[in-house]
């Protein structure tokens, strides 16, 4: 197919009247894009991703479907750039005819594609962090939800680190991009409210080959901690020259740059004391460890060491009980109405799709209590999780203790 013919067919399909949205459902499916980092920064957590939405997808489908239809998945690799991810919600949206966008990772990518969903009036599931994804202008119809910690809670979290390990001057590097600077600025703010000092702060571009005038230029001001807003690859040329300075100060970066990849690219002795902070999924829920149990049954993974995996899978359940309550031909408002429903209390607790669905067929109001937290979205749509604050020690990263917001 010529480049002309496939623009024609693209605006055609995004162009379909909502009497054709609603044919969708009268035959069967209710479509879902799944638009997952499998390459580039994310690629770490974008397969598990995936894999959880359609773990959550066969749920619903072995359960009945929801609202009389099944849920049919289409996946596109956004390749953790917000341009690729533009090119794969314009197919998963032109092409595919799908009803919501899920598991969009990094706040680029999300950024990228809600002007895309807001405009086809479909909903957007995502695990960003940037604060401009709150509310007006970007999320203004609020058919977006967030199923990660924004970059303030994380900054608060960040923060509330800090200060029990006793840091007095704390300084920031933050990767240029929406969550790399709403990270450190989160730090920042809640640091400042306290009555804190930062003592340097640098935006760092990406894709360079190392950091060391950056890294040398914060050295200078003496910090005892760096916070970064950062991602896997670059944190590690953070710390290598870091570690060539021989200067000590410690590091709390966020667990989406940490993990098992960085100690082995960096090695036990430089990256011994780091400090990760992560959110963490509800452990002691029913949902969590029934999640779990079946992602490493049927993919081989740990889900534990992929928070976004559970948070994918409760993107998908929280849909489809919405679409099981309000019927799969319901406007996308509709839709988004029924999620934050389900995702705060005062139902009656569901874990798993079928028990949640039975609930909603007896009329019970329910509550969606997930794997990935027990969401309690805000008026944005957003979630608050707890965070873990884990230390590298002798070559793995060791969980010390629990930060609550």
């Known amino acids: 197919m010529d480049r002309r013919k496939f623009v024609t067919l693209s605006s055609a399909a995004l162009a379909l009247a909502p009497w054709a949205r609603s044919s969708w459902a ?22 598990g991703m995936l894999k959880a939405i359609q773990i959550g997808a066969a749920e619903v489908n072995d359960a009945g479907g929801a609202g009389g239809v099944k849920l049919e ?12 991810a533009v090119l794969g919600a314009k197919k998963l949206i032109g092409v595919n005819q799908i009803r919501a966008m899920l598991g969009v990772w990094s706040s680029g990518e999300s950024l990228a594609v809600i002007p895309l969903t807001n405009d086809a009036d479909i909903i957007l599931m995502n695990t960003s962090g940037a604060p401009a994804l709150s509310g007006p202008p970007v999320n203004a119809k609020l058919l977006s939800f967030r199923l990660q910690a924004t970059n303030d809670r994380f ?33 920042r703010k809640a640091w400042e409210a306290q009555g804190g000092k930062i003592v340097a702060s640098v935006v760092y571009e990406p894709n360079r080959p190392t950091y060391r005038s950056e890294v040398q230029q914060v050295l200078r001001a003496n910090p005892d901690v760096i916070v970064t807003g950062s991602y896997l690859t670059d944190t590690e040329l953070l710390l290598r020259a870091w570690y060539e300075t021989g200067q000590p100060v410690k590091w709390i970066v966020p667990g989406w740059a940490a993990g098992p990849d960085l100690l082995k690219a960096v090695g036990a002795q430089v990256a011994e004391g780091m400090i990760s902070v992560e959110s963490i999924s509800d452990e002691g829920a029913p949902s969590y460890e029934s999640f779990i149990a079946r992602f490493l049954q049927q993919t081989g993974m740990r889900a534990q060491d992929n928070v976004y995996a559970t ?11 919405a679409v099981q309550a309000v ?14 429903e389900l995702g705060n209390p005062g139902g009656t607790e569901a874990y798993r799709y079928a028990d949640g669905k039975k609930l909603l067929a007896a009329g019970k109001k329910v509550t969606y209590v997930g794997a990935s937290s027990r969401l309690n979205f805000d008026q944005y749509n957003d979630v608050t999780p707890d965070f873990s604050a884990s230390f590298a020690q002798s070559g793995q990263f060791v969980r010390k203790y629990i930060v609550k917001l």
Do not use: C, W
């Open 26 to 47: 009268q035959q069967g499916v209710f479509r879902i894009g799944s638009l997952n980092p499998i390459t580039g920064a994310g690629s770490p957590y974008g397969t």
């Open 155 to 187: 900054g608060r979290a960040f923060a509330q680190v800090a200060k029990r390990e006793g840091f007095k001057r704390p300084a920031l590097m933050a990767f240029n991009n929406a969550s790399g600077i709403g990270n450190t600025e989160g730090f």
């Open 311 to 321: 948070m994918a899978y409760d993107e998908v359940i929280l849909l489809a009980l």
């Open 73 to 84: 998945v289409y996946a596109e690799d956004s390749q953790t750039s917000p341009q690729a």
């Open 327 to 340: 019927g799969p031909n319901a406007t996308s408002a509709v839709l988004a109405a029924k999620i934050h």
